[in-house]
């Protein structure tokens, strides 16, 4: 799989230079200048206006409460799981910027032009979280899962699962799992441990979801380092009970610092009935070269070039599909949450990767326009033919470059000297060993 990648790393097409101090002040800088208290529903309305949307969202945590009840729980673990009701509202269409959080500049906040927090209703019982998912249950019977990343507060994460949701339309019921994240550059270290602290917690809630028989099947979509936590519960789950629970049918690993060795042995432990994988990446991604650089200087997942080998030939092998963020551009200064922000991929995650489809089928790369998303560019030496308009998303997914090959022979008869979206004869792609 990704074994002895380290020795083959591919170098970036330009040097990137950005000071180890430098990165973690712009990482600083995210979430300066917001109030305290959002989380407590008295800072918001009472009454909401007509036609403001609302998401519904079942939390999970292994926090420890906060001893201030307007921010609920604090960065510091507890001794358990908690879990909790919570509804956030969004601003009407029109007063806001899709794939953005509007974080309120003073409270009380104005649910027409801020999220806010309409409600929080913390659970005693499993028997309340399960009625809960009963009845936010959608016609899809689908359930996403979300966990967070490094330098999350506990209203970062909700607040940012509620965009994704809304923004998304995805059709499924929202579970958001957000462990103790001290939401400091400086705690790097005390981050990630946490994630270790928590995995079992996560494991449990996955298998609890998955045994539900009112769930058709799990979405789990994680970003940044809590990818390292969904995959360290997956594998945790597949040595203890064999395999991953089979209605976990879909992982969505968005900008995941994961090592790409280790990565490597995760995919390998969790076994061929692994869920289905796609993977986020941007190569421009400075929060992860920081993470790159205090982590050995290995290769993080999140900031490979699909195309280049030994990764493409190891995510072939393993049906693993990655979608190129890379050419996108983002108003995050770091590159870290394009997955989020962009309209056109939040709508991929909604519209087809929670459904458990593939985002890069032949339809959907040649027929179906999905604004600026589409498969790459498969050109003919010496014209100017494509199949698909240039874009700045690029995707490498398996059994797309399948169907791509039959597809452009359907179309022009003929395979010639063509060259694949990513460089490669098509003849690779027609016949994939």
Known sequence: MFADMSSARQPFLRAMRLATVGGMLLLLAACAGRPIGVMDPANSQASLPPGIPTVDLLVATTRAPDSNPAVLFSGERGTGLALSAVTVSIPPDGKREVGQVQWPKKLPSDPMKTFTTVSVAPMLSAAQAKDWGRSHMTKSRRVMVFVHGFNNRYEDA??????????????????????????????YNYDKESTNYSRDALEELLRTV????????????????????????????????????????????????????????????????????????????????????????????????????PYRTALEKFGISVIDLTKMKSGDSLNHG?????????????????AGQTVTDSDVGIGEALGSVAVGAASTVGQAASVAVSTPIAVFDPATRRNYGGQWKRMTGSVGTTVGAFGAPLEVITNPK
């Open 338 to 354: 394009k997955f989020a922000e962009s309209p056109d991929v939040v709508k991929l995650i909604g519209t087809r990767l929670a």
């Open 158 to 187: 909700v607040y940012r699962f509620a965009q994704i949701v809304h923004d998304s339309g995805a059709d499924v019921a929202p579970v958001i799992f957000t462990w103790p994240s001290r939401a400091s550059i400086f705690d």
């Open 210 to 309: 998955a045994r539900d028989p009112s769930v058709s099947d799990v979405t789990v979509m994680a970003h940044s380092m809590g990818t390292w936590l969904a995959m360290e519960a997956l594998r945790q789950m597949a040595i203890r009970d064999g395999k991953v629970a089979s209605k976990i049918s879909n992982v969505i690993l968005a900008a995941p610092d994961l090592d790409v060795d280790v990565f490597g042995r995760q995919i390998a432990e969790i076994g061929k009935t692994n869920p289905k994988f796609t993977i986020f990446t941007s190569q421009d991604d400075r929060a992860l070269l920081v993470s790159r650089r205090i982590s050995g200087n290995v290769d993080r997942l999140g900031q490979i070039d699909p195309a280049a080998e």
